[in-house]
């Protein structure tokens, strides 16, 4: 999976560079993320804008991530959904878990 990854006052920002978000590629994501907390990074975005499809695999590594941030004392917050992939967070009811922006700077000022 291609992501694009930066960093902005101790908040690291993760813009996912692909079209579908699915058990083929999202397991790159998730270790990606286990990297970042393992290196004492904890606060991330991630960037969705790019993501017209997204399936429980993909919900999973957001899942897992969201944990893994919550026990380190962290939060991830999500930004930027296309309206299918808002609609799957809908229809598993994971809009009530994650903090979800219509945009990348109101998710960075939410910290």
């Known amino acids: 999976m ?3 990854i930066s960093e902005q006052d101790d908040i690291v920002n993760i ?3 692909e079209e579908r978000m699915d ?3 999202s397991g790159d994501l998730k270790e990606q993320m286990l990297q970042l907390f393992d290196d004492g990074k ?3 975005t991630i960037d969705l804008s790019k993501v017209r499809f997204i399936d429980s695999s993909g919900l999973g ?7 893994n941030a919550s026990a380190r ?5 999500l930004c930027c959904l296309q309206p299918q992939v808002q609609s799957m967070f ?3 009811r994971l809009h009530r878990v994650f903090e979800i922006f219509t945009n990348q700077e109101e998710a960075l000022g939410s910290f």
């Open 61 to 67: 590594a957001l899942v897992s991530g969201f944990k």
């Open 90 to 92: 809908e229809l598993t």
């Open 2 to 4: 291609q992501l694009n």
């Open 15 to 17: 813009c996912v560079e």
């Open 23 to 25: 058990a083929h590629n």
């Open 42 to 44: 904890c606060n991330l």
């Open 73 to 77: 004392d962290g939060s991830l917050k």
